[in-house]
C-alpha cells in the first residue's frame, strides 16, 4: 500500500463505527485531504489528542481505496491558548468553516493557504486582546480572498473601473461587486457599505502586516464594521450559509 507525507491542520471530523473517525484536514501539499484514523476515539489510541479540531501535524497516510488512512500523526502544534478562550475559539473556527467551505483537494495554492492558516492560529493564540484577534481575522480573510481569486478592488471602482475624483476617496464598499465602488456606481449597486479613509487604509495594511501596528486600529467600532464587511463580502461567494458567523454574533 504506497504512503505519502504531509503536513495538515484538522479542520473538522465525523464519526465512523464504534472507534474511528473521518479526519477533513487541510494539508500544505494536497490542499483539502478526507482521511480514516481508526481507533481514534479508544483511550488509549496514540493518535487521539493529535486528531483534535484546530491542531497541526506531520502525518504518515497510506493510500486507500476510497479514503485514504492517517497511520502515524507527529503533533506541530496544537494551538492551546485558542482553544481555551471562547472569543479566540469561535473566530479560529470561523477560519476553518471558511476553509472548510473554499478549500479544494489538489488546490494550486494550497501551500500558500496552509501557511496562512497556520500564521493566522499561531497569532490567535498570542494575541491578548479581541482587537488583536480581529485584525488576525480580517487579515486571514482578505488574503485568502487572494488565493481563492476574489481580491478585493480597493484602487478602483469595482463596476465602471474609474477611480473616485471627488476628494479622491471613496464613500461605499459593495460586497456583491467585490469593492468600492464610486458615487455614481453606488446608486447601481446591491449590499453596499458606508465606508471612510481608515476602513480602505485598514485592509491595506492587514494585507501587508501581521500585528496593528497603528493605535487608530485598536478602534473596536472600525474593527466590527471591517469584519462584517468582508464576512458579506465572503457570505456572498459561498453556495452555502456560512454558521459560525451566528456564533461569534452571540458569543463575541
Given at each position: 500500500m504506497p504512503h505519502y507525507r504531509t503536513?495538515?491542520?484538522?479542520?473538522?471530523?465525523?464519526?465512523?463505527?464504534?472507534?474511528?473517525?473521518?479526519?477533513?484536514?487541510y494539508s500544505r501539499e494536497h490542499g483539502i485531504i478526507r482521511c480514516v484514523a481508526k481507533g481514534v476515539k479508544k483511550t488509549?489510541?496514540?493518535?487521539?489528542?493529535?486528531?483534535?479540531c484546530l491542531t497541526a501535524n506531520n502525518l504518515l497516510i497510506a493510500k486507500g481505496r476510497n479514503l485514504?488512512?492517517?497511520?502515524?500523526?507527529?503533533?506541530?502544534?496544537?494551538?492551546?491558548?485558542?482553544?481555551?478562550?471562547?472569543?479566540?475559539?469561535?473566530?479560529?473556527?470561523?477560519?476553518?468553516?471558511?476553509?472548510s467551505h473554499f478549500g479544494t483537494e489538489g488546490d494550486s495554492n494550497s501551500a500558500g493557504i496552509y501557511d496562512l492558516l497556520f500564521e493566522t492560529f499561531k497569532n490567535i493564540s498570542?494575541?491578548?486582546t479581541t482587537e488583536e484577534v480581529l485584525w488576525a481575522v480580517l487579515r486571514f480573510k482578505l488574503k485568502l480572498a487572494e488565493y481563492l481569486g476574489y481580491a478585493v478592488e480597493l484602487e478602483t471602482c469595482?463596476?465602471?473601473?474609474?477611480?473616485?475624483?471627488?476628494?479622491?476617496?471613496?464613500?461605499?464598499?459593495?460586497?456583491?461587486?467585490?469593492?468600492?465602488?464610486?458615487?455614481?456606481?453606488?446608486?447601481?449597486?446591491?449590499?453596499?457599505?458606508?465606508?471612510?479613509?481608515?476602513h480602505i487604509?485598514?485592509?491595506?495594511?492587514?494585507?501587508?502586516?501581521?500585528?496593528?501596528?497603528?493605535?487608530e486600529y485598536f478602534d473596536k467600532n472600525l474593527?466590527?464594521?471591517?469584519?462584517?464587511?468582508?464576512?458579506?463580502?465572503?457570505?456572498?461567494?459561498s453556495?452555502?450559509?456560512?454558521?459560525?458567523p451566528a456564533i461569534i454574533e452571540l458569543l463575541c
Open positions: 503536513r495538515a491542520i484538522n479542520l473538522k471530523s465525523h464519526n465512523l463505527g464504534e472507534a474511528d473517525k473521518i479526519m477533513v484536514m488509549k489510541s496514540s493518535l487521539g489528542a493529535r486528531m483534535q485514504d488512512i492517517v497511520c502515524q500523526a507527529e503533533n506541530l502544534e496544537c494551538f492551546d491558548k485558542v482553544k481555551t478562550d471562547l472569543t479566540k475559539l469561535s473566530y479560529s473556527l470561523y477560519c476553518t468553516e471558511l476553509i498570542v494575541f491578548k469595482a463596476r465602471c473601473n474609474k477611480t473616485e475624483q471627488k476628494y479622491k476617496t471613496y464613500h461605499f464598499f459593495c460586497a456583491d461587486t467585490g469593492g468600492v465602488v464610486c458615487s455614481e456606481c453606488f446608486l447601481k449597486s446591491r449590499k453596499t457599505f458606508e465606508i471612510d479613509n481608515r487604509k485598514l485592509f491595506k495594511d492587514a494585507l501587508n502586516y501581521d500585528f496593528p501596528f497603528e493605535s474593527l466590527f464594521s471591517s469584519f462584517n464587511i468582508l464576512k458579506e463580502f465572503i457570505s456572498l461567494r453556495d452555502k450559509k456560512l454558521k459560525t
